[in-house]
């Protein structure tokens, strides 16, 4: 037999070969795939789909746009997929549940096997997602995505959060600016300090800093139109809201931001999990004898841990009422110290976190001396 022929044989068999391949891997993934991680990028997917008996029986990539990924998972019988918290996980994870798929968002702070691995690659991460989704979901730390309408009014607030941080820094420039030429802009609300220090500046400023003035104004009146889009969606929408700002200190800024962001008060079996949920908690690294005081975890929301704090403040501040969180946290910052202040605004944030879960849930009126009252009742009666 020649060599030409030889060769064309050999080119034959190996052709029908990756065809039998082929077909067999689809085949595979076409009857079912026990779990399937999806690690997404930026503009593409890439998927490893294993077996019950943990074989790999395909991997490939996907386009991440709407069409293509949908005509993709609705090829593949309903598994388990496995996907990353991320940019594009809320809207991928609806996408894959209404193909029929159970959705597995793992939390990526909490998978140190795919953050800490010193092999990482788009590749090994989605197929550490497949196995472990098959292996035990629990190691995924799963989160629960908030639906479409509640992300859409969720962005209304964190779009104002930037408007108001960019206020906030131009006012400083400004501030910073004339400082620096010797004169002093008056103390003002951000409100009125258009008017309030217009005048003030300089006049070889005038310049470079009027048109900043300019931006600031357009800012507050943005902001303001945010803030009366919010106070409407609160009273169409949310009618929730109206029991967790019972509070006072808590502004419906603060508690439609509560409500949207749990979503659900039903998804948590004790109000107190809340303060957790929200990074409120301290961390702990206990050995043995050893269980040293850690810092928050700061794990959750940033926006919502931060409007919090604030109304700990103000609780704790000149114009908080007697309450039981006020008492609450004036006791820890007696200890002394910018730090004790510190922790009591912590301490006072993670209470609210949970009354204003309790208040949800319940429907209860929010008492403020509460808990006073009916230790005043236990001693009376003692």
């Known amino acids: 037999m020649c060599d030409e022929h030889k060769r064309a044989l050999q080119e034959r068999r190996l052709a029908v070969v990756k065809t039998i391949k082929s077909e067999s891997s689809k085949k595979t993934m076409a009857d079912g795939a026990t779990a399937v991680g999806l690690d997404l990028s930026d503009r593409k997917g890439r998927f490893h789909a294993i077996e019950e008996q943990g074989k790999t029986i395909e991997k490939g990539t996907v386009p991440l746009e709407a069409v293509q990924l949908q005509r993709w998972a609705s090829n593949i019988p309903p598994t388990v997929m496995a996907i990353e918290a991320g940019t594009h996980s809320p809207w991928v994870s609806r996408l894959l549940t209404a193909c029929g798929h159970e959705v597995i968002v793992a939390n990526p702070v909490k998978v140190a096997l795919i953050t800490k691995n010193t092999n990482k690659s788009d590749g090994v991460d989605a197929e550490y997602l497949a196995r472990l989704a098959r292996f035990d979901r629990k190691l995924l730390h799963p989160i629960q995505h908030r639906g479409e309408q509640a ?10 959060e930037i408007m108001v941080e960019s206020r906030t820094k131009l006012i400083g420039h400004l501030r910073g600016a004339v400082k620096s030429f010797g004169a002093r802009l008056p103390k003002c609300s951000t409100e009125a300090f258009v008017n309030k220090t217009s005048k003030a500046i300089p006049e070889q400023l005038r310049a470079a800093l009027d048109p900043v003035y300019v931006q600031i104004e357009h800012l507050t009146t943005t902001i303001a139109g945010y803030d009366r889009q919010i106070e409407k969606t609160a009273k169409e929408r949310y009618p929730e809201v109206e029991r967790v700002g ?28 809340v303060g957790a949920f929200l990074g409120l908690t301290s961390k702990r690294d206990q050995s043995g004898e050893s269980d040293p005081q850690r810092r928050i975890t700061k794990a959750g929301d940033r926006l ?67 808990n006073s009252g009916k230790v005043l009742e236990l001693s009376s009666a003692a």
């Open 151 to 160: 992300q859409l009014d969720l962005q209304v607030i964190r779009t104002r």
């Open 304 to 370: 919502m841990r931060r409007l919090l704090i604030q109304s700990a403040h103000y609780i704790l501040g000149a114009f908080g009422e007697d309450c039981d969180l006020r008492r609450h946290g004036l006791r820890i910052s007696e200890r002394g110290g910018n730090r004790a202040k510190k922790r009591a605004a912590v301490a006072v944030a993670r209470k609210l976190s949970v009354l204003m879960h309790r208040l949800w849930v319940s429907g209860e009126t929010y008492e403020p001396l509460r």
């Open 246 to 273: 019972q509070v006072k200190g808590v502004g419906t800024l603060t508690a439609l931001s509560f409500v949207l962001v749990l979503e659900d008060a039903g998804r948590f079996r004790r109000s107190r999990s």
